[in-house]
């Protein structure tokens, strides 16, 4: 295993407290409760010593060039479709204004606080200091919370304030007043003694083993989609998965599973991955489950595509500072992979009063990454449409849509289940923002089914928000090894995980031929891309005491345009007929076993 390190530098030490604002500075409230946010409890005040890190995130200076970029770049009916932006283009899209990073520079200076520039276009701040510090620079009052589902410990305050003439400049200072509950991520597994060998079928979906409907592995995903098993060669390929709270891939792990599953890869040819650590991450120690589907399914499926694991460290300031730090760590980069893959995430709903502008912020930053020309993907969630997590405290109230998912610029996974036809998954997430818009990409497909659905769940959802997930692929009963047991997960992870690995390899197809990689997908998928993928008709996604949305012809809140078909979706990126048809299939793979099987 090739291992990397992406740590952040260490700040220098604050030479002495700030000195308190000036009684004649007049100070503007930023963020404010009037009581606890519901789910916290405040514990007895205090103060630990040490210093805390702070991210000040600056307005940038063309956020609305950024998107209109990206559009452009990513819709295949405008001639500059393909053409993405250089890293450099992009940062001076984004930086912020001259005076806008003399002001804070200065506040900061004055109040001998130093500052560590964080990001690619310098829109990103890194301060640290002790919190009897921050709160006279920013009066506030921190003391610590505890978020009663987790037992998480955060130290949060109920307002804070800045300079009436900083504040003008400065989108948030994380954190401060924004109660977010840690990311939902932790897959469930069933441990299983034995599973049903797969024979390895012709890659159609009419020749599909019948073990497929009971147990996924890759060579069923291969079968159901049309995914070739042929080795990607295309240079300059890549596919990164993310993972944050402290989550470790294990390479034997992963060649035990690649050894059952996939016999037909050679030892050492595309049966590694590399590792970036962020935040303190771990590069290595005893798998853990969601890391172990994590690299199962793109490592397994995207054959010989170099995939790198990115692991993300426990944050002192919680999990979407995390989220901040990784998406600025990649921005940065000069080639960050072109498929990014994640199966964690928040419902919307703690999002809210200044913690909104933190979403918009790390969603304009998936949209400068798809800007660049890499495909951002998200698993929708958990909870059908009580959230990321099933969750019956939204009975009687509307539903809970889910972050990242919700972001314009991203692709939503959700799940099915079954042979074909496939039925929707009954846990997929799936809904309409409460912060973001609809993008006019999908307004045609989301229109069409707010008609079908009439009356049905009216006042539930917000029916003017984007609209997720985009597409769908299976996602029960994947099998994994882990630490040398077989079990068997559920859940959009999974389904995140196989689509991320189809695009990395349409992707090697394109580059191999001298194209460019895809991008941002979904201008693409609302578009041409909707011949490629099967519909999904059956099932829905209950919650909050309802059935939840229905799936039906055309695009659903549960599967979104459908799952694909990578010889189809071959055609329609390449603009011809998809390739030769003579290495679509495991049935080409040079193992000599004629079965996947664990045993």
Same mark, same amino acid.
């Given at each position: 295993?090739?291992?990397?390190?992406?740590? #952040?530098?260490?700040?220098?030490?604050?030479?002495?407290?700030?000195?308190?604002?000036?009684?004649?500075?007049?100070?503007?409230?930023?963020?404010?409760?009037?009581?606890?946010?519901?789910? =916290?409890?405040?514990?007895?005040?205090?103060?630990?010593?040490?210093?805390?890190?702070?991210?000040?995130?600056?307005?940038?200076?063309?956020?609305?060039?950024?998107?209109?970029?990206?559009?452009?770049?990513?819709?295949?009916?405008?001639?500059?479709?393909?053409?993405?932006?250089?890293?450099?283009?992009?940062?001076?899209?984004?930086?912020?204004?001259?005076?806008? #990073?003399?002001?804070?520079?200065?506040?900061?200076?004055?109040?001998?606080?130093?500052?560590?520039?964080?990001?690619?276009?310098?829109?990103?701040?890194?301060?640290?200091?002790?919190?009897?510090?921050?709160?006279?620079?920013?009066?506030?009052?921190?003391?610590?919370?505890?978020?009663?589902?987790?037992?998480?410990?955060?130290?949060?305050?109920?307002?804070?304030?800045?300079?009436?003439? #900083?504040?003008?400049?400065?989108?948030?200072?994380?954190? *401060? *007043?924004?109660?977010?509950?840690?990311?939902?991520?932790?897959?469930?597994?069933?441990?299983?003694?034995?599973?049903? /060998?797969?024979?390895?079928?012709?890659?159609?979906?009419?020749?599909?083993?019948?073990?497929?409907?009971?147990?996924?592995?890759?060579?069923?995903?291969?079968?159901?989609?049309?995914?070739?098993?042929?080795?990607?060669?295309?240079?300059?390929?890549?596919?990164?998965?993310?993972?944050?709270?402290?989550?470790?891939?294990?390479?034997?792990?992963?060649?035990?599973?690649?050894?059952?599953?996939?016999?037909?890869?050679?030892?050492?040819?595309?049966?590694?991955? /590399?590792?970036?650590?962020?935040?303190?991450?771990?590069?290595?120690?005893?798998?853990?489950?969601?890391?172990?589907?994590? #690299?199962?399914?793109?490592?397994?499926?995207?054959?010989?595509?170099?995939?790198?694991?990115?692991?993300?460290?426990?944050?002192?300031?919680?999990?979407?500072?995390?989220?901040?730090?990784?998406?600025?760590?990649?921005?940065?980069?000069?080639?960050?992979?072109?498929?990014?893959?994640?199966?964690?995430?928040?419902?919307?709903?703690?999002?809210?009063?200044?913690?909104?502008?933190?979403?918009?912020?790390?969603?304009?930053?998936?949209?400068?990454?798809?800007?660049?020309?890499?495909?951002?993907?998200?698993?929708?969630?958990?909870?059908?449409?009580?959230?990321?997590?099933?969750?019956?405290?939204?009975?009687?109230?509307? =539903?809970?849509?889910?972050?990242?998912?919700?972001?314009?610029?991203?692709?939503?996974?959700?799940?099915?289940?079954?042979?074909?036809?496939?039925?929707?998954?009954?846990?997929?997430?799936?809904? =309409?923002?409460?912060?973001?818009?609809?993008?006019?990409?999908?307004?045609?497909?989301?229109?069409?089914?707010?008609?079908?659905?009439?009356?049905?769940?009216?006042?539930?959802?917000?029916?003017?928000?984007?609209?997720?997930?985009?597409?769908? *692929?299976?996602?029960?009963?994947?099998?994994?090894?882990?630490?040398?047991?077989?079990?068997?997960?559920?859940?959009?992870?999974?389904?995140?995980?196989?689509?991320?690995?189809?695009?990395?390899?349409?992707?090697?197809?394109?580059?191999?031929?001298?194209?460019?990689?895809?991008?941002?997908?979904?201008?693409?998928?609302?578009?041409?891309?909707?011949?490629?993928?099967?519909?999904?008709?059956?099932?829905?996604?209950?919650?909050?005491?309802?059935?939840?949305?229905?799936?039906?012809?055309?695009?659903?809140?549960?599967?979104?345009?459908?799952?694909?078909?990578?010889?189809?979706?071959?055609?329609?990126?390449?603009?011809?007929?998809?390739?030769?048809?003579?290495?679509?299939?495991?049935?080409?793979?040079?193992?000599?076993?004629?079965?996947?099987?664990?045993?």
């Amino acid at each position: 295993m090739v291992a990397a390190s992406l740590l #952040i530098l260490s700040l220098f030490p604050l030479l002495s407290l700030g000195r308190p604002n000036s009684p004649s500075v007049t100070l503007v409230t930023r963020g404010q409760h009037s009581v606890v946010p519901e789910g =916290f409890f405040p514990r007895a005040p205090f103060l630990p010593g040490g210093m805390f890190r702070f991210i000040i995130a600056l307005k940038s200076g063309n956020a609305s060039g950024l998107i209109h970029a990206l559009l452009d770049v990513s819709d295949p009916a405008n001639p500059k479709y393909g053409q993405h932006l250089s890293k450099d283009e992009v940062d001076q899209m984004v930086s912020p204004r001259p005076e806008s #990073i003399q002001a804070v520079s200065n506040w900061l200076n004055n109040n001998n606080v130093i500052s560590e520039v964080y990001s690619s276009s310098g829109d990103v701040l890194h301060i640290q200091m002790p919190l009897a510090q921050a709160n006279t620079l920013l009066d506030a009052n921190f003391r610590p919370y505890v978020h009663e589902k987790t037992n998480t410990t955060m130290w949060r305050t109920l307002s804070y304030a800045l300079p009436a003439d #900083i504040s003008p400049h400065v989108a948030f200072v994380y954190p *401060t *007043t924004q109660f977010i509950p840690p990311a939902t991520h932790k897959a469930k597994v069933q441990v299983i003694e034995r599973v049903p /060998a797969i024979k390895r079928a012709a890659s159609k979906r009419s020749n599909i083993p019948p073990q497929c409907g009971q147990v996924i592995v890759p060579p069923c995903l291969q079968a159901i989609y049309n995914i070739p098993s042929t080795p990607a060669t295309a240079a300059g390929n890549s596919l990164g998965v993310s993972a944050f709270g402290g989550e470790i891939a294990n390479p034997d792990d992963l060649k035990t599973f690649l050894s059952q599953v996939r016999p037909d890869i050679q030892a050492g040819n595309g049966t590694t991955f /590399a590792v970036q650590t962020v935040d303190g991450g771990s590069d290595g120690g005893q798998g853990t489950t969601e890391a172990s589907l994590d #690299i199962d399914y793109t490592v397994g499926l995207a054959t010989n595509v170099p995939t790198t694991f990115f692991a993300v460290g426990e944050s002192q300031n919680g999990d979407i500072g995390s989220f901040l730090d990784l998406a600025n760590t990649l921005i940065k980069q000069d080639n960050p992979p072109l498929v990014l893959t994640t199966s964690f995430g928040f419902d919307e709903s703690d999002f809210s009063g200044e913690a909104a502008v933190v979403a918009q912020t790390l969603c304009n930053a998936y949209a400068q990454l798809g800007a660049r020309g890499t495909s951002v993907l998200f698993a929708s969630g958990d909870g059908g449409v009580s959230g990321a997590q099933a969750d019956d405290s939204c009975n009687g109230r509307p =539903f809970l849509p889910t972050f990242p998912a919700s972001c314009p610029y991203v692709t939503a996974i959700g799940s099915t289940f079954g042979l074909p036809p496939e039925t929707a998954a009954n846990f997929s997430s799936g809904g =309409f923002s409460n912060i973001f818009a609809r993008p006019a990409y999908q307004d045609g497909a989301v229109s069409g089914y707010l008609t079908k659905l009439g009356d049905t769940n009216a006042g539930l959802f917000n029916a003017s928000g984007r609209a997720y997930p985009d597409v769908a *692929t299976q996602g029960v009963n994947f099998i994994i090894e882990q630490d040398g047991q077989f079990g068997a997960v559920d859940g959009t992870s999974a389904s995140s995980l196989t689509f991320a690995s189809i695009v990395a390899l349409l992707n090697d197809r394109l580059l191999a031929t001298g194209r460019k990689p895809l991008g941002f997908l979904n201008p693409l998928l609302y578009s041409k891309g909707v011949a490629a993928l099967n519909d999904v008709t059956k099932g829905s996604n209950p919650g909050c005491g309802t059935h939840g949305f229905p799936a039906v012809e055309g695009w659903d809140a549960v599967t979104g345009l459908g799952t694909p078909d990578f010889q189809k979706l071959l055609a329609v990126v390449s603009g011809g007929n998809g390739g030769d048809q003579s290495d679509q299939g495991p049935q080409n793979a040079t193992s000599s076993a004629g079965q996947a099987q664990i045993v």
